[in-house]
């Protein structure tokens, strides 16, 4: 990443700090750094963040001694400053804040720093960026949302060849066909897999299932949801196929199911709040009598990492702005029996409406 990346990102999120009132942040070494800095720090216990006050014009990053090294071409755009073995680090890093009033800190910082934080700026008031700002990443540039685009296109290629049998299902193992999934996501383009859920049957009602030993039968759902990265950014895409002639309750269920994704994209645009689009999805669920089965949120921001804000619940009142990633993935859930997901991801575009970057087909495919 340049410098001048860097540089416009801070001053973008300085924006937004004092708009929150924000004197001072503390953002760790994960995917907010990466995303400020283009450094991707050792995911340890040594911590390694940004400390910056919001007047700053240059943030600075603070790091182990020994990694110094590492962060040499950074010095355009940000003070680097270390720490010892046997300092605290975030009493290093509060030389830098000094006296500021209201901090913002990461998220998923170790409870550890937290803990520090709170004891070395008792008078601070202490807020998680969520809480101030609503996550630094939550709103994308027209560059990382054609990235989200383009990885999404990536995990299609292998959902279509689920749909259209080139993966064969029946008689093989959830773990041995989640295998192939891998490969195949890693052969199409991504970097990384980050996850892969293959649920047949009725493991297909347990949203987050692991991939184990159960043998695909005929005659029963399989659901799909995987996605892996590239170029740093997330896919995340859902699909069912059944393995034999659809029951049809089943359909039935799929029609609404459909049904309520379709509503969900088509609230989320400029004007409406985040909420609305969950409130879309589970009233169209509710009124087709599947509202008890809808068992989560509508979707999770995502980005650099798989879920990050904005979570897509009737709780978030979040202003859609262009710029917006997150998963649109309504599910319906039948203890012992099967459920079904169908997952999308959108962004915002520029004209206030919903792009899909998941275009695989969404129907219930009948898959041999
Ligand atoms: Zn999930
Ligand atoms: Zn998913
Ligand atoms: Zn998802």
């Given at each position: 990443?340049d ?39 050792m ?15 240059k ?54 720093h ?29 560059a ?10 990536l ?82 895409t ?61 979707g999770h ?62 129907n ?5």
């Open positions: 990443m410098a001048q990346t860097c540089i416009d990102r801070w001053k973008a999120l300085q924006r937004r700090l004092e708009a929150a009132g924000v004197d001072g942040i503390v953002l760790n070494g994960g995917a907010d750094l990466e995303y400020l800095t283009g450094y991707h720090a995911p340890l216990e040594r911590l390694t963040a940004l400390f910056a006050r919001t007047t700053d014009d943030p600075t990053l603070l790091l182990p001694e020994l990694e110094k090294a590492r962060v040499t071409h950074l010095a355009d755009a940000f003070d680097l400053m270390t720490w010892t073995e046997l300092q605290n680090p975030v009493a290093r890093g509060l030389e830098v804040l000094g006296d500021a009033k209201t901090i913002s800190f990461s998220n998923d910082i170790w409870g550890t937290v803990l520090s934080l709170t004891r070395l700026a008792p008078a601070a008031k202490l807020l998680t960026i969520s809480e101030s700002i609503g996550g630094v990443r939550a709103v994308k540039s027209p990382d949302c054609e990235a989200l685009q383009t990885v999404g296109g995990a299609d290629q292998v959902m279509t060849m689920v749909q259209t049998g080139e993966i064969p299902l029946v008689g093989r193992t959830e773990s041995d066909i989640a295998t192939d999934i891998s490969e195949h996501l890693l052969r199409v383009g991504h970097e990384k897999v980050m996850f892969v859920i293959v649920a047949s049957g009725p493991n297909s009602a347990s949203p987050h299932h692991h991939p184990g030993d159960r043998v695909v039968e005929a005659d029963e759902m399989v659901l799909f949801d995987f996605g892996g990265t590239h170029k740093g950014f997330n896919s995340d859902t699909r069912c196929v059944f393995t034999g002639p659809i029951p049809d309750d089943v359909q039935a269920a799929y029609d609404a199911l459909m049904d309520a994704q379709q509503k969900a994209v088509d609230a989320a645009s400029v004007g409406n709040r985040i909420a609305d689009v969950d409130i879309a999805a589970r009233s169209t669920l509710d009124a087709a009598g599947y509202g008890e089965a809808f068992v989560h949120r509508t921001g995502i980005g650099l990492t798989v879920h990050e804000e904005p979570y897509v619940t009737e709780a978030n009142e979040t202003a859609i702005v262009a710029g917006h990633a997150f998963s649109i993935e309504p599910g319906i859930y039948l203890d012992g029996k099967w459920g079904m997901r169908l997952e999308d991801i959108v962004v915002i575009g520029s004209d206030g409406t919903a792009i899909r970057c998941n275009n695989t087909n969404r219930l495919l009948q898959v041999g």
